[in-house]
Nanobody, 118 residues
Framework: QVRLVESGGGLVQSGGSLNLSCVDS????????MAWFRQAPGRERELVSM???????????SVKGRFTIFKRKDVVKNTVTVYLTMNALKPEDTAVYYC????????WGQGTQVVVSS
């Protein structure tokens, strides 16, 4: 079953930090790029960051230097988790954050809500 589960969102003040997690329990990411997207109210979903299989990374300009994408493998559970560490959060980072493979190759999950208050 194709399944990605995002978590880690919440309400933080401007300047705060959050660490988002996306657990792949269905071997969805194997050999593919992993990515975080976000959708702010009234706006289209946008790519935020991508992690290539060779561990090279991409960030949109507005999050460079503040966000970090990385992955960890749990050999016991046989799962891969991709993280998005978000520092120095700004109100404009408020959105629902989603993970996916590539540019959105599989059905979207529920996402995790991030709200940054000013």
């Amino acid at each position: 079953q194709v399944r990605l589960v995002e978590s880690g969102g919440g309400l933080v003040q401007s300047g705060g930090s959050l660490n988002l997690s996306c657990v792949d329990s269905g071997k969805i990411f194997g050999g593919y790029p992993m990515a975080w997207f976000r959708q702010a109210p009234g706006r289209e979903r946008e790519l935020v960051s991508m992690l290539a299989p060779n561990n090279s990374t991409y960030y949109i300009d507005s999050v460079k230097g503040r966000f970090t994408i990385f992955k960890r493998k749990d050999v016991v559970k046989n799962t891969v988790t991709v993280y998005l560490t978000m520092n120095a959060l700004k109100p404009e980072d408020t959105a629902v954050y989603y993970c996916n493979r590539g540019y959105g190759e599989i059905p979207w999950g529920q996402g995790t809500q991030v709200v940054v208050s000013s």
